[in-house]
């Protein structure tokens, strides 16, 4: 509620709200849900193989990815990218971008987003099968570029 009193909130490691997601498991730290009104976190652990391969875009939500372990990858555009441990990705509002773990190691990042709202699109997309993914995307103002030539499957 905008004018209420509000706390902060401490959460410890292993707390929050655990999801699975194809084979990445993660955990939302900061949403609506904690009070937060402009900002959502959320703590991925991607194994190999892991991540949101889909080229997708955002209306109005910007996105920001900080690498905590191992290496992964990031598409911005149409541009495959490495980052390793410490590394930030930042994903302004409408660019295409996906992730995905390929070195064969386990990795794990923190994906920062504004607004809030961008926990919920990530929690809506671990209740659903992939097949879903593309009209839960819609529902948040986002949504597949089909048109990228990084896209996994055909139309």
Do not use: C
């Not at 929050?16 to 993660?26: A, D, T």
């Not at 939302?28 to 849900?33: D, E, R």
């Not at 809030?116 to 948040?140: I, N, W, Y």
């Amino acid at each position: 509620m905008i004018g209420a009193p509000r706390a902060g909130v401490v959460l410890q490691p292993g707390e929050g709200e655990i999801l699975q997601l194809g084979s990445s498991r993660p955990t939302i730290k900061v949403s609506a849900a904690t009070g937060s009104l402009r900002l959502g976190v959320i703590a991925s652990v991607l194994p190999p193989g892991g991540g949101f391969i889909y080229p997708h875009w955002h209306e109005d939500f910007e996105e920001a990815f900080y690498v905590l372990d191992g290496q992964i990858d990031y598409l911005i555009g149409t541009t495959w990218v490495t980052a390793g441990p410490g590394s930030t990705i930042f994903i302004p509002a409408t660019v295409i971008h996906a992730f995905r773990n390929t070195s064969g190691q386990g990795a794990r990042h923190l994906a920062i987003g504004a607004p809030a709202e961008v926990a919920d699109l990530v929690r809506d997309l671990g209740t659903v099968s992939p097949a879903q993914f593309e009209a839960v995307h819609e529902r948040h103002r986002s949504h597949f570029a089909r048109e990228s030539p990084h896209f996994p499957y055909p139309a």
